[in-house]
């Protein structure tokens, strides 16, 4: 199988594991014990937390482990300035668009992108509250400029959070410098365990607990610590942080060179966003004729994995509500394919995408797209 | 040093690491249970096969069988979720003071949004349970929810859950039952009156960061979700699924169960040795739990004339609790054991030994020496 879903899940890097496995084995104890088996897994857990603020520019003790970007995205959008109103983008993960009712929709342009003058007329005259704005998105890769949003939600007197889900290790994070108040991280994502993520909450921002019970991570989350996942979280951080430039340049060229031979091979495909600034690993693209839900079948058939957007909504006949509030005309939204590449993906994968790709649809000669590829 | 704070967390059994090594090896499964391609079912067949066998393991439907963090989020499930739902079903709850914080804390937050709990006070020398009775007398047609833990983490002792749940289910209301440290130690069914039920993998042997809510569909008890988004587990608990941490767990807890009645015969008899030593070492020491009628992973002393903290820093080697993990980083004495009659520097002064399947009867040996000397050595320094 050739796994090019890495936005859904990425497999765990061997580093992440390699940090895990004492704790699997003869390190163990509850990083809330005072004793000594206790006290090693709170200097673990405290050498997690600083590998990962590194990366995401944060300070050690703004990070709070949760259960994933899931739990981070709901606890924020409910907890954050609580009763006040919140504003959400119209291409957010469900995570966000689904934490809580009566959200108040901020529209992208046809790029996926929310300019700050875009986000400044949707905001005039409303009343100030909570902002929520993705830092990456997950299906078209579509960054938002998270510093210049905060800067006109800070204006209008809201603050910002931001979903970085799929932003950690792709692309630079700088939550000190950004002027968000909080920001949603996920581990499995970028190649850490699962079951495992953080919300980042900037030093004295006030916010009400999701989950109640016992007095872990400041009494502000409950629940015993994770050890040997927050380990191999922050294991998998650190590398990133030494390597994730590299490898976010060799996963963009191999991203780009898909896209320039779809494009050139396959007449009438679509990139969506592709004018945006994106996450160097992400293509959602389209062909024309082409449900996505047949041609995903047909590459599977192939030992290809790829998605039509989300994971958690795939299966579904309703096009991705990105792409809707994109404006993509219905028609061209049912056929989205989703490519995500990550720290397991070869050159030849690619290569072997186009070929089935163009197999598949006929669009040309699987020699071709070598050729390309080549060039 | 030598590990007896198995209530707090336990080491990892070997059929859950080798669930681990076979995800993390570099062919190992891995894709998200949600996607649809061929990896994406695969890894839904094996969470479904895994619901499965957690739920043969209760007695339960797969279908009731949630996955969650934890048992702190199970619990917060069963009880906010519980109480956001059943909103306009009535405002009244029954629980005992002595339950976990993690049933503790929710309670207390809808009490103070103007919920009527009802507390129950465990009888004087009942270590910290509640009985049938305690639990009939305060049922009333306005009650949505009672919670009774199946085991209490300081003392061990058991809560008669069967015959709680009878009493509930007549007037009923939905049972929710914190079982975190009962499954695989006591027997453990989901019996009927039983609405809800949390667990946890890591007080087994299985990972950290994993547990599961058995939520009873038929008759339905209402939840409303704590967390929304992808859809996941019915639309009741959205986020990606922790598929390695699942199989693992379910690997632990099948391996807990199957030889729950050699291992915990084998705990029975260590405990009461090992009581039997620090009682015949150490003068007026108390026992807060009964020999029956608790789990025998647990055994928790009070050892009066010592100051708790003087104590503990003379363990050094010797890992265990003054109570729940949760709230030991916290300097509060438990109400488990005030209740008990225990003034606050006795009930400082008490130890929690909790056992587990790493366990071997000369570390113990060896605890039980380290704490009888570490008594005479204070008790000395306290003679003028």
Known sequence: MIYLDHNASSPLRPEAFLAMQPWMTAQHGNAQSVHRAGRLARHAVDEARAQIAALAGCRPDEVIFTSGATEADNWALRGLRSGAPRYVGAAEHDAVLQAVPGLRLIRPDANGVISPAALAQQLEDQPPGLVSLMWANNETGVCNDITALAAVVSEHGSVLHSDAAQALGRVPLDFAGSGCVALSLSAHKLGGPLGVGALILREGTAIEPLLRGGQHEGRRHAGTLNVPGIVGFGAACAQLAATGAAEARRLGQMRDQFERALLAQCPGAQVFGQQALRLPNTSFFAVPGWHSEALLMALDRDGLALASGSACHSGSDVPSHVLRAMEVPMQTALGAVRLSLGHTTQEGDVAALLAALLSITGGGGAGRFAGVMGG | ?384
Request: one cysteine or more.
């Open chain 2, 1 to 384: 040093m030598i590990y007896l704070d198995h209530a707090a967390t336990t080491p990892l059994r070997p059929e859950a690491r080798a669930v681990l090594a076979e995800f993390a090896a570099a062919d190992g499964p891995f894709a998200n249970p949600a996607s649809q391609h061929a990896a994406g079912r695969a890894m839904a067949r094996r969470i479904e096969e895994a619901r499965e066998r957690l739920a043969a393991l209760l007695g339960a439907e797969p279908a009731d069988i949630l996955w969650t963090s934890g048992a702190t989020e199970a619990n917060n499930l069963a009880i906010l979720g519980r109480a956001r739902f059943a909103a306009s079903l009535g405002r009244g709850l029954v629980v005992p003071r002595t339950e976990h914080k993690a049933v503790i804390d929710p309670v207390r937050h809808l009490a103070g949004q103007g919920r009527q709990v009802q507390w129950l006070d465990p009888a004087h020398g009942a270590y910290g349970i509640c009985t049938a009775d305690d639990f009939a007398a305060r049922l009333t047609g306005e009650t949505i929810l009672a919670c009774a833990m199946a085991v209490n983490n300081e003392t061990g002792q058991c809560q008669d859950v069967a015959a709680i749940a009878g009493v509930c289910a007549e007037h009923g209301v939905p049972l929710h039952v914190d079982a975190a440290q009962a499954l695989g130690k006591v027997p453990l069914t989901v019996d009927p009156g039983v609405g809800s039920m949390s667990l946890s993998a890591h007080k087994l042997g299985g990972p950290t960061g994993i547990g599961a809510l058995y939520l009873r569909s038929r008759p339905r008890v209402g939840v409303e979700p704590l967390q929304f988004g992808g859809g996941q587990e019915r639309g009741l608990r959205s986020g990606t699924l922790a598929s390695m941490n699942i199989l693992a767990f379910v690997a632990a807890a099948e391996a807990a169960c199957a030889e729950r009645e050699t291992a915990m015969a084998r705990l029975a008899s260590l405990r009461e040795a090992t009581w039997q030593r620090l009682t015949g070492g150490i003068a007026g020491l108390i026992r807060n739990g009964t020999a029956t009628h608790s789990s025998p992973h647990i055994l928790n002393i009070s050892v009066p004339g010592v100051h708790g903290d003087a104590l503990r820093a003379l363990l050094g080697e010797v890992c265990l609790s003054s109570g729940s993990a949760c709230s030991s980083a916290q300097a509060e004495s438990s109400y488990v054991l005030r209740a008990l009659g225990h003034s606050d520097d006795l009930a400082n002064a008490s130890l929690r030994l909790s056992f587990g399947h790493s366990t071997d009867d000369a570390e113990v040996t060896r605890a039980v020496d380290i704490i009888i000397e570490a008594v005479r050595v204070l008790r000395e320094r306290a003679v003028p």
